[in-house]
């Protein structure tokens, strides 16, 4: 690789994650993960239950008390920022379990997310989200803006946990089981609002089970099998490894 193709490279990379481990009390979860998110690309963190995928997106968010290694955000150490300060760096969290505000409006919900626009390190402008661009690309919000939070479905609230950390104008969303428990509708309309976002040049780090969501938005995969990476690669090299996809992610 020649210097240009390297600076260009590194200008890409919005994630880099080395060596992490992390902690639940005394019992160790991950073991020296290592994983990058580059700028506009999809990459999915795979593996079954209790591999370790939310606690690698919890990990990098600053969400655990008990944790090591680095990891570098848009260039910057948040190895040991707390959450607010890597939402202020531009890192959006949607957690599996939702958490809307159930007493406010879905308008409410939204304003409570909102943050400043943001500018891409070479000075161009990075996604900015309105309430009304939202309400496109998620047009069952859209018909209910004054709906509280609580009396909304739970494809409804994924769909608004979503668009609420896009009002924060991130740069990279690290995305928890977007599929987990929602109508196969919601999924599908999941996965199109993922690939708009890409689109839009919004990088995702999701956690996911379900191959063929992963297949349809991902471009690369990690695959996590007790706290450890077990696989990196594209995503149609994961789809024709039969015996990763076997011994790491049948059930």
Known sequence: MDQTEATHDNAAMLLEVHALRAWYGAAQILFDVGLDVR????????????????????????????RSGTISFMGRDISHSPPHSAASHGLGFVPEDRRVF????????????????????????????????????FPNLGEMPDRPGGSMSGGEQQMLTVARTLMGNPY????DEPSEGVAPVIVEQMAQMILELK?????ILLSEQNMHFAELVSDRAYVLEKGQIRFAG??????????????????
């Not at 990279?172 to 995305?175: D, I, P, Q």
């Not at 594209?234 to 059930?251: C, I, Q």
């Open 39 to 66: 700028r506009g690309e999809v990459v999915a963190l795979m593996g079954r239950n209790g591999a370790g995928k939310s606690t690698t997106l919890k990990a990098i968010m600053g969400m655990l008390d008990k």
């Open 102 to 137: 159930t007493d406010l409006t879905v308008r409410e919900n939204l304003e409570v997310g909102r943050q400043k626009p943001r500018k891409w390190p070479d000075g161009s402008d990075a996604p900015l989200w309105t309430p009304e661009r939202l309400y496109r690309l």
């Open 172 to 175: 990279l969303v690290l995305l």
């Open 199 to 203: 689109a839009q040049g919004v990088s």
């Open 234 to 251: 594209t995503m149609l090299e994961l789809a024709a490894n039969e015996e990763v996809r076997r011994a790491y992610l049948s059930v």
